[in-house]
């Protein structure tokens, strides 16, 4: 009798642990998909100001340059 209760118990641990890592996984499923989506709203974000910068110096690569230069400078 002792082990028949034994057994019952291990399964109910199991059928338990089951239901709480089902339960968890369904609660990360959302925050997944909502990181995904801000990470790639800050992807475009990124790449509009790199497209940016790189417009500025392909049209005044050498003003910018030398402004660089002379704020260093001083």
């Known amino acids: 009798m002792n082990e028949h209760r034994r057994i019952v118990s291990q399964a ?19 925050v997944d998909s909502a990181a995904k989506e801000e990470v790639d709203q800050l992807d475009q974000a990124m790449g509009a100001v790199l497209d940016d910068i790189q417009s ?3 049209e005044n690569a050498e003003e910018y340059v030398n402004r660089f230069v002379q704020k260093g400078g001083q």
């Open 56 to 58: 500025v110096l392909e």
């Open 12 to 30: 109910s641990q199991a059928e338990a642990s089951a239901s709480a890592k089902k339960d968890q996984d369904e609660d990360l499923k959302p």
